[in-house]
């Protein structure tokens, strides 16, 4: 693991325990850093601000890259949720216990659902654009990306705030089933 890798994956648990502790509001970068033994700045190199932590989303271009690569038949929704199953395979699972508790302090946030709400706009953009260049129109295109983001957003929140045994793979993929029309 590179050094950056291993300084980053300290300033997010840093972060995490933070929070848990504190509160999302009342921790400060500063304190974000001090936990993690380095400086704000070296804070700001991995993160662009406090929320970034916990809303910072790298999946949209392999999701949009998926999409484009879906079989040219299928129709946008279904073009979507075959690129998302694809790009969820292609990437090692995230572990599941930081996720769920990353979603519950920003499901408790009103600051926090502001930023997911944005990273969201910004999964949807890419999602569009990745239909508009499999030739879907724009409205349609815009549609398509906006129902299934709020699918995932919905299906990824719920599952945080459920206790269970169902991993974060299954909740993904039970929310494109659900899209499918399979349930």
């Known amino acids: 693991m590179s050094k950056r890798t291993r300084t980053r ?10 929070f848990d ?28 601000s406090k929320d970034a932590v916990l809303v910072d989303d790298p999946y949209d271009p392999l999701i949009a890259d998926a999409i484009v690569a879906a079989d040219p038949a299928l129709p946008a929704l279904a073009a979507v949720t075959a690129g998302v199953r694809d790009a969820w395979a292609s990437v090692p699972p995230p572990a599941a216990a930081a996720v769920r508790e990353r979603l519950r302090i920003v499901a408790g946030s009103p600051a926090l659902r502001g930023a997911l709400a944005r990273n969201s706009r910004a999964t949807e953009q890419a999602i569009a654009e990745a239909l508009r260049c499999r030739g879907v129109a724009s409205r349609p ?41 399979a349930s």
Do not use: K, Q
């Open 21 to 48: 502790e504190r509160g999302y509001e009342a921790t400060t970068v500063a304190e974000i850093a001090r936990r993690a033994g380095v400086t704000e700045m070296t804070f700001f190199r991995h993160f662009p």
């Open 9 to 18: 994956e300290t300033l997010f648990t840093a972060a995490l325990e933070l």
């Open 141 to 181: 295109a815009v549609v398509v990306a906006a129902a299934a983001v709020a699918a995932l957003n919905g299906a990824l929140l719920d599952w945080a705030a459920v206790e269970g045994d169902e991993s974060l793979g299954d909740a993904i993929l039970g929310a494109l089933a659900a899209l499918d029309g």
